[in-house]
């Protein structure tokens, strides 16, 4: 949706808290406690450690959420979209080599979506292990947080069909009162040691990568990247809330996250000798009241889930922009409100609720999972980087300029990359498996296509309007059989007259389809919910027809409904010859059958593709065979279909293949024959 149709708003802002703060705003479960688990625990904090991780955290999300995302990156959106896909299509055209750390970096963001649901969901949960209610301990094990962690993940999946708008304005309110409880708990613990005020300085930050109050060195930043996991999410789901929103509500989630984590550090310093009764120390819920407690870990496990909500609306952007940019395949998209930056992709809903579900399994535990997380979206805000430097050249931005955010942000981003790789054998790696797997899968089909595209010949494409004599000529052959009345061939049709010969090899070679109307329909879809028009060229024939249909995004799943409307207005035109219906159960039916072609490629034992070359467009064929066609992006799945099967054929095909015929005689006694 464009941007000025997204003003900031009161109720915009609230949508954008329930959409887009879920992740960064869950950080506080679990950021302090990844620290004190690193150093030692809590009887190992110091001031020290504590002034020096804040203000390592206060400056991380000021300098990376703030400038890099909410200042900077919130400027390169690609018509009103936002996240990495979007920042590429934005400079694509200044070098190719771009595509690498858009390539990367998309994948790393994907395999991340898969374990941010895990551990906020997983660590919330544990909250309640072995609290008690009057006799009864509900939650007893870890078993139990693990039952209930994947019926919470469960449900949350089913309701992503329901779209954004929907779950952000039950989401907003949860939200908003979950940051004002943060902030209020940072205040409550604050007030016994407003001294703690001083990590903002700058000063505590640096002095605590080098001091040996901090038992891990500089590998502390790796538990420190949690506090802003969410930054690349939250450009992402720029294009469901708007750039404006977005500005206008970050000020007080900021306050609030830096009140809890001054707040948390206030606690740490003043109960060094804290025992817990049979659970794992997490400062965030110790350092709630008492009688707040079971508030607090409810309260958190809502946020929890619209911490998921934000990866997950995340995730549906990234995929619909790869399949734009021919990183993926086309996927079936649904549009569950008239807005067009609101998409659900069922296919993909289902790959992350199954692949986060199976890393619960495989974790286990929550720490087990924040010593895997953070691995993969190091590496994707480090692409975000390159590509923003790119984009700031096409502004013109001066040089110097360009250049020091690209060190300044560079260099921070490589320090938390080198600590986090510490994070790779402790499970990163499987985040990092995650991420290759959809890395290699886009490798496949965007060099697939490039490829193709190189060796494909000057026969390709041919002139429609050359065979219109031909084509009609066979619809009125009584020699062949009616194949179909209207046979409909889903192809695009090039400035109005060239089409792939493959189409033309389906009608004429492969066996002579007789239909009264060849039909070779373009779908055009665009960014209004309810566009329903369409223009027609017959090439002056009764028989072949071209059809450009300009259908709302709403409205795309209405292709053979429209057809049949258009048949019906082009006969009582005059535009096309009648069909006439002898046999029917509807008296007056002046539209005869139809019958849809799907034409998937298949390479010839012809293409003389050698090496790395034909592996990947064997690869990318077998791909686009494996994935969605477009009887399900159009609604025709209970229309009569056909799929059909045709050489691809790439390179020069050897032209001199002969075999010799020789004289019959008896061969039965000879094993070998010799030329």
């Known amino acids: 949706m464009d941007q000025k149709k997204k003003r900031i708003s009161a109720a915009g802002m609230l949508i954008t808290i329930g959409i887009v703060y879920g992740d960064i705003g869950t950080s506080p479960l679990y950021v302090m406690k990844s620290i004190l688990t690193g150093n030692g625990g809590l009887a190992s904090a110091n001031r020290e450690l504590i002034l020096g991780s804040i203000s390592l955290i206060f400056w991380t999300v000021t300098l990376l959420t703030t400038v890099k995302y909410v200042i900077v990156a919130l400027n390169a959106t690609n018509r009103g979209e936002g996240g990495i896909f979007a920042l590429y299509a934005l400079v694509r055209k200044r070098a190719k080599w771009l595509v690498i750390p858009a390539l990367i970096g998309g994948a790393a963001l994907l395999a991340d979506g898969t374990l941010t649901p895990a551990v906020t969901v997983t660590t919330s949960i544990e909250g309640l292990k072995n609290m008690r209610f009057g006799s009864s301990i509900p939650v007893p094990s870890q078993t139990m947080v693990i039952v209930i962690t994947i019926v919470i993940l469960l449900l949350l999946f089913s309701i992503q069909m329901l779209g954004t708008s929907s779950i952000g304005k039950a989401f907003g309110p949860i939200m908003l009162v979950w940051f004002t409880f943060l902030g209020a708990i940072g205040v409550l613990n604050m007030a016994h040691d407003w001294s703690i005020l001083a990590a903002l300085n700058p000063f505590w930050a640096i002095k605590i990568l080098f001091s040996p109050a901090n038992k891990v060195g500089i590998f502390i930043l790796g538990s420190i990247f949690l506090a802003t996991t969410g930054a690349e999410a939250l450009y992402s789901d720029v294009g469901h809330v708007g750039k404006g929103n977005i500005r206008g509500s970050w000020p007080y989630v900021f306050i609030c996250l830096a009140l809890n984590y001054l707040g948390q550090g206030v606690w740490i310093l003043q109960n060094p000798n804290y025992q817990t009764h049979g659970t794992e120390l997490n400062p965030f819920f110790e350092a709630v009241p008492a009688n707040l407690r079971l508030f607090a870990i409810i309260l958190a496990t809502i946020a929890a889930i619209i911490a998921s909500q934000a990866l997950i ?265 009648a069909q006439p219906q002898e046999y029917t159960t509807m008296p007056g039916r002046e539209v005869g059958d139809f019958s849809f072609v799907i034409v998937n490629d298949v390479v010839s034992p012809l293409t003389k593709l050698k090496g790395f070359d034909k592996w990947i467009v064997q690869a990318r064929v077998w791909l686009q065979n494996l994935s969605s066609n477009p009887a399900t992006w159009f609604g025709l799945e209970y229309t009569d279909t056909v799929v059909e099967r045709v050489p691809l054929i790439l390179g020069k095909p050897e032209r001199n293949l002969h075999i010799k015929r020789v004289a019959t005689r008896d061969y039965s006694n000879l094993k070998n024959e010799e030329n």
Request: net charge positive.
């Open 313 to 577: 609306t995340g995730s549906f952007t990234l995929v619909s922009e790869a399949s734009g940019l021919k990183f993926l395949p086309r996927m079936n998209i649904d549009y569950p409100t008239t807005e067009h930056g609101q998409i659900y992709i069922p296919s993909v809903n289902k790959m992350l609720c199954v692949a986060t579900i199976a890393i619960v399994m495989f974790f286990q535990t929550s720490e087990h999972m924040e010593a895997a997380y953070g691995l993969s979206i190091t590496v994707t805000m480090l692409m975000t980087t390159l590509l923003l430097f790119e984009y700031l050249g096409n502004k013109k931005t001066p040089l110097v300029l360009r250049l020091s955010f690209l060190l300044v942000f560079g260099f921070i981003e490589s320090m938390f990359l080198i600590s986090s790789l510490t994070k790779f054998m402790r499970g990163g790696y499987v985040t990092v498996l995650i991420a290759g797997f959809i890395g290699v899968i886009m490798f496949i089909w965007y060099f697939g296509n490039k490829v193709r595209d190189k060796h494909e010949g000057a026969n390709t494409y041919v002139r429609l309007d050359e065979f219109t004599d031909m084509l009609t000529d066979l619809s009125h052959d009584d020699d062949f059989p009616v194949y179909a009345t209207n046979l409909v061939y889903m192809a695009k049709v090039k400035y109005n007259k060239f089409i792939k010969r493959e189409i033309l090899y389906s009608i004429l070679d492969k066996r002579p389809k007789r239909a009264h109307a060849y039909w070779f329909v373009s779908v055009n879809i665009t960014n209004e919910p309810f566009t329903a028009k369409y223009a027609v060229n017959t090439y002056d024939t009764k028989n072949v027809i071209n059809v450009q249909l300009f259908l709302g995004f709403k409205k795309q799943t209405s292709v053979n409904v429209y057809l049949r409307q258009i048949v019906h207005d082009l006969i009582k035109d005059g535009t096309i010859e």
